[in-house]
């Protein structure tokens, strides 16, 4: 089995749907409850701080490791040169990381701060290290796409919206490259959270990506970070899945 690995930021003691993120280890590695206990006793230890906690799962193992939370660019520039999907196991997070971050550093010598992914069939099903979110009118839209990874802190996003009573259209192939690049668009991932796209960079030039109106009832991606924040749980509380 390939190991899952995910990676999610620790903030004041509590994590953006901790309990989501358990279920998933947990079903991944098949789990016991003793080898969850460690794995939470592991994670409690490094929660004291804000931290980018790693989680690695196969059968019967898991382990957390702790990086450093790098601060994010003050303006998210995304290439608008989708790559070709070459990922063995899009729906496992993290089986393919030496792939995807291989594709990172080309785009990041090119000058963007992430790239998007087109499957074989040409839809574009996610960035290389966050799920897409498409603002369409007042509604939201997001893949449901076969090669698009699962992702927690969406889940709980899309939570967070259909709350405040917002529609959410899912695109069986992806977004259209069109889709995301006139409309406001957003990155979604468990370490940066809820992110707009600020440009495209589109053959060396850095295009402004658009904004949606002011009078939108879509909650901004700025007022759902802070939602997201206030319903994060704390590691401390948390018992084995």
């Known amino acids: 089995m390939n190991d899952l690995i995910v990676s999610f930021a620790v903030r004041n003691g509590r994590v953006v749907g901790l309990r989501r993120l358990l279920s998933q280890v947990s079903d991944h590695g098949q789990l016991s409850t003793q080898t969850m206990n460690l794995l939470l006793r592991d994670l409690k230890d490094i929660a004291a701080d804000d931290v980018r906690a790693i989680i690695r799962a196969r059968t019967g193992e898991a382990s957390v490791s702790r990086r450093p939370l790098v601060p994010q660019a003050p303006r998210l520039v995304v290439s608008a040169n989708p790559?070709?999907?070459q990922?063995?196991?899009p729906n496992i997070p993290g089986a393919d990381a030496s792939w995807l971050?291989?594709?990172l550093q080309v785009v990041t010598a090119d000058g963007a701060h992430e790239g998007l992914l087109h499957a074989h069939d040409g839809g574009i099903v996610g960035a290389l290290g966050a799920a897409l979110v498409v603002v369409l009118g007042d509604t939201i839209a997001i893949s449901s796409h076969p090669d698009t990874t699962p992702s927690v802190?969406?889940?709980?996003?899309?939570?967070?919206l259909r709350m405040e009573g917002i529609a959410i259209?899912?695109?069986p192939t992806g977004f259209t490259l069109a889709q995301l690049r006139t409309n406001e668009?957003?990155?979604v991932s468990p370490v940066s959270g809820v992110r707009r796209v600020d440009s495209w960079l589109e053959y060396g030039t850095v295009v402004p990506a658009p904004h949606m109106p002011p009078a939108s009832p879509v909650p901004s991606a700025e007022e759902l970070n802070a939602q997201l924040t206030r319903v994060a749980e704390p590691v401390a509380q948390c018992e084995a899945i």
């Open 87 to 89: 990922r063995e196991r």
């Open 83 to 85: 790559l070709k999907d």
């Open 101 to 103: 971050s291989t594709q």
């Open 185 to 187: 668009t957003w990155l």
């Open 169 to 171: 259209r899912h695109l």
């Open 153 to 160: 802190i969406l889940d709980e996003l899309v939570d967070l």
